[in-house]
């Protein structure tokens, strides 16, 4: 007698062998499609075409929200430091992934401190003038890092740029004392010409005396 289980289990396996086979509506056939709409390419500009990258980190965005009394996410990506080429300004900008939403953006002045945020060496925290959202605030950023590498990397090179804009703004102030000194100086001279000038022509009084006296002596002598 037959045995009845093997038609059955054959009959598994070629269903089986039949799921596996690709449909005829999953077979690629090699046609390209057209797309109906053709888009063009835009050249996208970020603004910081005409800057140097000084710094550039991953790394999430915090900011201090005083009315809520908490910290806000503001978002992940890159964070940079960005010098102009004409004017040698240096500022930090950081865009979110994949919207490029800027989430910061302010100058780097010589007053800039940035301090490690409650002992956590991948994080860290300071003030600034904001203008990421379109108009200028005072802001209190939080910045945490992968690593405690590039956290220090970006503690170093934010000191780094202080300190030379502090020995910038101290001599730009050396040399404005010297010229206002010198104006000050180039001012005192002139007046002493002029009062040395109005000393000489003080003794021209005298001189209309003598035609006085010259024309009273010679209508004297016509009489």
């Known amino acids: 007698m037959a045995s009845t289980t093997e038609p059955t289990a054959l009959k598994r396996e070629e269903e089986e062998e ?4 690709p449909s005829a509506e999953d077979e690629d056939t090699g046609a390209q499609i057209a797309p109906i709409v053709k888009l063009q390419e835009v050249a996208v500009t970020t603004g910081e075409e005409n800057e140097d990258v000084l710094l550039d980190l991953k790394a999430k965005l915090y900011r201090f929200d005083k009315e809520a009394n ?23 900008v950081m865009r979110q992934n994949k919207t490029l939403k ?54 170093d090179k934010i000191e780094e740029i202080t300190e030379s804009l502090s020995k910038v703004s101290v ?17 005192v001279e002139e007046k002493g010409k002029e009062v040395k000038t109005e000393t000489k022509e003080e003794p021209a009084p005298k001189e209309e005396k003598k035609d006085e006296t010259e024309k009273d002596e010679k209508s004297g002598d016509d009489k």
């Open 18 to 21: 039949d799921d596996s086979k």
């Open 70 to 92: 908490q910290w806000k996410e503001r978002g992940v990506g890159m964070v940079k430091l960005l010098k102009h080429k004409e004017t040698s300004k240096i500022r930090l």
């Open 102 to 155: 800027i989430c910061a953006n302010h100058l780097v002045q010589p007053t800039m401190s940035v301090q490690e945020h409650q002992g956590n060496d991948k994080s860290c925290v300071w003030h600034a003038a904001d203008f990421s959202d379109g108009e200028l605030k005072q802001e209190t950023f939080c910045i945490r890092f992968p690593s405690v590498e590039n956290c220090k990397s970006f503690k």
């Open 171 to 187: 001599e730009s102030a050396e040399e404005a004392d010297a010229a206002a000194n010198l104006i000050e100086k180039l001012s």
